[in-house]
């Protein structure tokens, strides 16, 4: 053992008898945090790119800024580039991809033509490195995403495309479910909306809930597949009406008791997603999270260690809702090194669960004797306990980079691989 790691074992020994004094055992919280596995979202590789060169741009009112160089091309840059980030990463995780990371050979293949032999290569990947996958139709980048509409357009053609397109994405997500052994989870986010306020807000509701009545017919064996649904309340060129909006989805998804996605950028600025876990699930019985960090609008800026993911971890945890509530991550950010993003994120969103794993108790039984401010007291301070010790030592025992080492790779990655594109 390198002297390093001696003192990180030495520091995780003092941390590990400072918890126990409060009663909480350390060990359990590790095996507890090795078994949570993050959905990693494919597109902060490629700014939400896709594979299939249609010549259009990024639509559907959402925007990646900065051209950092060296965003992944193709599906073996972009698998490459990941592999790389799991290795900065503890842990077994999953990749969530997007129906327009398929791989289609140089051919075009319409969206509501794919199938599940343009993901082959993906599931085939995912087996050998023993990872789920998670799936997303995608509504937006392609000319049929008319007038900023799709499921909810007025004209039929339109939305019987999206609608195939949907049920495309359901039987492909069954089938990488299945070949994997891990459901996947496939997330219905659509762009429509309007930049300036409707007359009629209702019969665009009345359509997108008929399109996805349609999608949804069909019951797939949840060992393999589960279904979500992602409410926004704006987007850029949907400032004053987006058609699936929270209510509409909350009412849906508990009306067909399939999985609600709560993004954290798709709210008002100072509401928190982690204060909908709770009543949602009264309600429902899973949830799909998207970890993001909106920063003064929907912005999907790296996510990091702040006050709202680990009000989010400590709802996940406290509850010990880990089984029902599917954790993803869901940012872009292209003006700093790709690889580093991933890693950030989703380091951050395992801390902020190890955190919640090392929660004492003594706010709660404070919170039950009627006692604030021993709530308050205890809270405060279990924010200084040395969780950092313990998360190294997890880090040690997974056999990934401790502290910032990680980041000493990533530049080497950047210099031999990445700046070379
Ligand atoms: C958009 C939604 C959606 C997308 C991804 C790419 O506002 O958050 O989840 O970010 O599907
Ligand atoms: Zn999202």
């Known amino acids: 053992m ?38 990693i979202h494919c597109w902060q590789g490629d700014d939400v790119t896709g594979f299939e060169n249609l010549g259009i741009g990024l639509s559907g009112g959402i925007a990646v800024t900065g051209n950092y160089p060296g965003k992944a091309r193709n599906p073996d840059e972009l698998r490459q580039d990941f592999e790389m980030a799991l290795s900065w990463i503890p842990g077994k995780h999953r990749i969530n991809l997007h129906a327009f990371y398929g791989e289609f050979g140089g051919k075009r293949v319409d969206r509501n033509e794919i199938g ?52 495309a994405c359901r039987e492909i997500g069954q089938v990488m479910g299945k070949s994997l052994g891990s459901p996947t989870v496939t997330n219905v986010w659509i762009p429509d909306g309007y930049k300036d306020n409707p007359v009629d807000r209702w019969s665009p509701r009345v359509r997108l809930a008929e399109s996805l009545d349609k999608i949804f017919a069909k019951k797939l064996n949840p060992l393999h597949h589960l279904d979500a649904v992602e409410g926004k309340l704006f987007g850029i060129g949907s ?28 709210f008002h600025p100072t509401e928190s997603i982690a204060d909908k876990i709770s009543s949602a699930l009264l309600y429902l019985p899973r949830l799909l999270l998207h970890v993001s960090r909106p920063v003064r609008w929907d912005s ?122």
Request: overall charge negative.
């Open 300 to 421: 999907d800026h790296v996510v990091t260690l702040d006050d709202s993911l680990q009000s989010i971890a400590h709802e996940v945890i406290g509850n010990e809702w880990q089984s029902r509530i599917h954790i993803g991550l869901d940012y872009f950010d292209a003006s700093i090194n790709r690889t580093a993003a991933w890693a950030i994120g989703t380091r951050n969103t395992l801390k902020a669960l190890l955190i919640g794993l090392l929660q004492p108790s003594m706010a709660r039984e404070a919170e039950a004797a009627g006692d604030l401010t021993a709530r308050l007291a205890y809270m405060e301070e279990a924010k200084s306990l040395p969780w950092s010790a313990v998360w190294d030592q997890h880090c040690l025992n997974c056999q990934v980079p401790v502290g910032a080492a990680w980041l000493e790779l990533a530049k080497k990655y950047e210099d031999e691989v990445l700046s070379k594109r």
């Open 239 to 266: 400032e004053s009406f987006v058609v699936g909006s929270h209510e509409f989805y909350l009412g849906y998804a508990i009306q067909k008791q399939i999985l609600l996605c709560l993004d954290a950028g798709h």
């Open 116 to 167: 599940p032999e343009h993901f082959q290569g993906w599931i085939d990947w995912a087996k050998s490195h023993g990872l789920g996958i998670d799936f997303n139709p995608t509504c937006f980048s392609h000319s049929m995403s008319r007038d900023g509409l799709t499921l909810s357009h007025p004209d039929p053609a339109v939305r019987h495309f999206w609608i195939e397109h949907c049920l």
């Open 2 to 39: 390198s002297v390093a790691d001696a003192s990180i074992e030495q520091a995780y020994r003092l941390a590990s008898a400072r918890y126990a004094a409060i009663g909480v055992n350390t060990e359990a919280a590790l095996n507890e945090l090795a078994k949570l596995s993050i959905s």
